[in-house]
């Protein structure tokens, strides 16, 4: 349990360091558009004005629940968007505290998993595993949005990709952790 628990907080840290590689100023420019000051302006404006007294919430605009938002959604622009009233920092520090206790629980529930499907697999059995189902489950979940909601492909394309390498990092340290020279322990 030592090794399970040790592991775990190793490959949070390596989730969390490789999504802020993805995430941070350093590389986000490349999914996400910006538009400039002024307009940037004028939207959250709207956005306040249109959005602030129905709260935060992730709205698509125009929703398709009436006939008219039905042949407004049909002809355009369309827009999903998560929305919250209250402001925040660019680089929020409690989001990233946060962001690592969560990598931090992900990579153990993943270490638990691998301890009971992989144990008695080898270092680079495991790996593939890992890799097998982040690309499953990233592929579906992100590569989705495009498919079934029409969202922009680069901003999932590059989700997906950074969501993969995340738990690849996280499963080679987790495989290096459950590496037992005298063998994987033996389960009921």
Not at 39 to 60: D, E, F, M, R, S
Not at 138 to 161: E, K, M, T
């Amino acid at each position: 349990m030592r090794r399970l628990m040790l592991g775990s907080l190793a490959a949070g840290v390596a989730m969390w360091l490789v999504g802020f590689i993805f995430w941070s100023p350093l590389l986000s420019w490349i999914p996400l558009a910006a538009i400039p000051d002024d307009k940037a302006q004028l939207v959250q404006q709207a956005l306040g004005a249109n959005l602030g007294p129905l709260g935060t919430g992730t709205y698509i605009i125009p929703s398709a629940t009436t006939t008219a938002g039905t042949v407004l959604q049909a002809n355009g622009p369309v827009a999903i968007v998560h929305f919250t009233n209250r402001g925040f920092p660019a680089l929020d520090s409690a989001s990233l505290i946060w962001g690592m206790v969560l990598a931090m629980g992900c990579a153990f529930a993943g270490a638990l998993a691998m301890r009971i499907v992989a144990g008695g697999l080898g270092f680079a059995e495991r790996i593939r595993l890992v890799a097998f189902f982040a690309v499953a489950v990233a592929g579906y979940s992100d590569l989705s949005q495009p498919i079934f909601n029409h969202a922009p492909w680069g901003f999932f394309l590059y989700l997906f990709v950074s969501h993969v390498l995340t738990w690849v990092a996280a499963g080679a340290v987790l495989a290096r952790f459950m590496d037992y020279p005298e063998g994987p322990p033996e389960y009921d």
